[in-house]
């Protein structure tokens, strides 16, 4: 089994920042992708940020130039650096991470238990 903790969050004023991080323990194959959903209240959970073990990047179109997300393979770890913060980016963040297994040929999909984020003044 797979455990992906998730830190940060917390309530910020319109233009400010916040910095979330997600740690993956336990059972490890290759880890890829890593990264960040949202839900907001009422709203579907959309992709926010999203790496591969080789750098690659995707972005929400809303995130683009305030968000950046990165990773550390070594220690199985993903950080969201959120700039610029808007009203509505409020919602509740998840990690979620792609796992594959070569010696079963097998994907299991992992999320973290998800971190409030509130932008409001």
């Known amino acids: 089994q797979v455990e992906l903790v998730e830190s940060g969050g917390g309530l910020v004023q319109p233009g400010g920042s916040l910095r979330l991080s997600c740690a993956a323990s336990?059972?490890?194959?290759?880890?890829?992708?890593m990264g960040w959903y949202r839900q907001a209240p009422g709203k579907e959970s959309e992709l926010v940020a999203g790496?591969?073990?080789?750098?690659?990047?995707n972005y929400a179109d809303s995130v683009k130039g305030r968000f950046t997300v990165s990773r550390d393979n070594a220690k199985n770890t993903v950080t969201l650096q959120m700039n610029s913060l808007k009203p509505e980016d409020t919602a509740v963040y998840y990690c979620?991470?792609?796992?594959?297994?070569?010696?079963?040929?097998?994907?299991?999909?992992?999320w973290g238990q998800g971190t409030q984020v509130t932008v409001s003044s």
């Open positions: 979620n991470a792609y796992i594959y297994y070569p010696d079963s040929d097998s994907v299991s999909v992992y």
């Open positions: 336990g059972n490890i194959g290759v880890i890829n992708p």
């Open positions: 790496i591969m073990s080789g750098g690659s990047t």
